[in-house]
Protein backbone atom coordinates (compact mmCIF):
# COMPACT_ATOMS: atom_id res chain seq x y z
CA UNK A 1 0.00 0.00 0.00
CA UNK A 2 1.53 3.48 -1.19
CA UNK A 3 1.49 5.82 1.74
CA UNK A 4 2.77 9.11 3.29
CA UNK A 5 2.55 9.16 6.98
CA UNK A 6 3.37 12.63 9.29
CA UNK A 7 4.35 12.82 12.29
CA UNK A 8 5.91 14.94 14.95
CA UNK A 9 2.90 17.60 15.45
CA UNK A 10 1.96 19.20 18.85
CA UNK A 11 0.88 22.01 20.98
CA UNK A 12 3.75 24.54 21.40
CA UNK A 13 4.73 28.01 22.93
CA UNK A 14 5.17 30.86 20.52
CA UNK A 15 8.72 31.08 19.70
CA UNK A 16 9.24 27.21 20.14
CA UNK A 17 10.19 24.41 17.65
CA UNK A 18 8.95 21.65 16.20
CA UNK A 19 9.91 19.19 13.89
CA UNK A 20 7.70 17.16 11.20
CA UNK A 21 8.33 13.85 9.31
CA UNK A 22 7.23 12.64 6.20
CA UNK A 23 7.43 9.03 5.93
CA UNK A 24 6.97 6.58 2.58
CA UNK A 25 6.26 2.90 2.81
CA UNK A 26 5.20 1.32 -0.47
CA UNK A 27 7.58 3.43 -2.85
CA UNK A 28 10.67 5.15 -2.96
CA UNK A 29 10.35 8.60 -2.05
CA UNK A 30 13.44 9.79 -3.48
CA UNK A 31 12.47 9.30 -7.15
CA UNK A 32 9.64 12.13 -5.69
CA UNK A 33 9.77 16.08 -5.07
CA UNK A 34 8.09 16.39 -1.70
CA UNK A 35 6.02 19.34 -0.65
CA UNK A 36 4.50 20.02 2.53
CA UNK A 37 1.36 22.28 3.03
CA UNK A 38 -1.08 23.42 5.49
CA UNK A 39 -4.75 24.55 6.26
CA UNK A 40 -6.01 26.23 9.02
CA UNK A 41 -9.57 26.26 10.26
CA UNK A 42 -11.46 28.60 7.45
CA UNK A 43 -8.79 29.28 5.65
CA UNK A 44 -7.37 27.69 2.36
CA UNK A 45 -4.74 25.20 1.79
CA UNK A 46 -1.73 26.83 1.18
CA UNK A 47 1.69 25.63 0.32
CA UNK A 48 4.48 25.69 2.89
CA UNK A 49 7.87 24.38 1.63
CA UNK A 50 9.06 22.00 -1.14
CA UNK A 51 12.31 20.07 -1.83
CA UNK A 52 13.56 18.15 -5.04
CA UNK A 53 13.76 14.61 -5.31
CA UNK A 54 17.57 14.74 -4.56
CA UNK A 55 17.63 17.29 -2.32
CA UNK A 56 19.42 19.92 -4.12
CA UNK A 57 16.62 22.69 -4.66
CA UNK A 58 14.41 24.24 -1.77
CA UNK A 59 11.47 26.82 -1.66
CA UNK A 60 9.68 28.28 0.98
CA UNK A 61 6.40 30.56 1.48
CA UNK A 62 7.09 33.96 2.12
CA UNK A 63 5.93 33.90 5.70
CA UNK A 64 8.17 30.98 6.75
CA UNK A 65 11.50 31.92 5.01
CA UNK A 66 14.06 32.36 7.90
CA UNK A 67 12.47 30.37 10.59
CA UNK A 68 11.46 26.95 8.42
CA UNK A 69 14.08 24.37 7.12
CA UNK A 70 13.50 21.28 4.93
CA UNK A 71 15.44 18.27 4.30
CA UNK A 72 15.82 14.54 3.43
CA UNK A 73 17.07 11.48 3.63
CA UNK A 74 16.34 9.35 0.87
CA UNK A 75 17.55 6.24 2.41
CA UNK A 76 15.02 6.63 5.27
CA UNK A 77 12.73 7.43 2.75
CA UNK A 78 11.66 10.44 4.68
CA UNK A 79 11.48 13.72 4.39
CA UNK A 80 11.55 16.71 7.51
CA UNK A 81 10.51 19.92 8.52
CA UNK A 82 12.50 21.39 11.01
CA UNK A 83 10.23 24.68 12.11
CA UNK A 84 11.30 27.67 14.47
CA UNK A 85 10.71 30.46 16.18
CA UNK A 86 7.00 29.53 15.97
CA UNK A 87 3.65 31.89 15.62
CA UNK A 88 0.38 31.26 16.74
CA UNK A 89 -0.54 31.89 13.50
CA UNK A 90 1.54 28.59 11.99
CA UNK A 91 -1.46 26.64 13.80
CA UNK A 92 -2.99 24.23 10.71
CA UNK A 93 -2.74 20.83 10.15
CA UNK A 94 0.33 20.06 7.89
CA UNK A 95 0.30 17.79 5.02
CA UNK A 96 3.23 16.30 2.66
CA UNK A 97 2.54 15.18 -0.65
CA UNK A 98 4.64 13.59 -2.79
CA UNK A 99 5.01 14.35 -6.87
CA UNK A 100 7.07 11.99 -9.27
CA UNK A 101 9.29 14.24 -10.70
CA UNK A 102 12.68 15.82 -9.97
CA UNK A 103 10.85 19.42 -9.41
CA UNK A 104 8.65 20.99 -7.28
CA UNK A 105 5.52 21.42 -9.21
CA UNK A 106 3.75 24.68 -9.13
CA UNK A 107 0.17 23.57 -8.56
CA UNK A 108 -1.09 21.80 -5.28
CA UNK A 109 -3.42 19.29 -7.68
CA UNK A 110 -0.61 18.08 -9.82
CA UNK A 111 0.79 15.73 -6.42
CA UNK A 112 0.84 12.51 -6.83
CA UNK A 113 0.54 11.12 -2.78
CA UNK A 114 -0.83 13.19 0.31
CA UNK A 115 -0.67 12.19 3.98
CA UNK A 116 -3.67 12.46 6.73
CA UNK A 117 -1.66 15.19 7.86
CA UNK A 118 -0.91 16.32 11.43
CA UNK A 119 -2.01 18.92 13.66
CA UNK A 120 0.52 21.81 14.89
CA UNK A 121 -0.66 24.26 17.13
CA UNK A 122 1.26 27.68 18.10
CA UNK A 123 0.08 29.06 22.14
CA UNK A 124 0.47 30.00 25.13
Known sequence: QLQLVESGGGLVQPGGSLRLS????GFTLGYYAIGWFRQAPGKEREGVSCISDSGGS??????VKGRFTISRDNAKNT??????SLK????????????FGSSCPRYPTTYDYWGQGTQVTVSS
Open 22 to 25: CAAS
Open 58 to 63: TNFADN
Open 79 to 84: VWLQMN
Open 88 to 99: PEDTAVYYCAAY
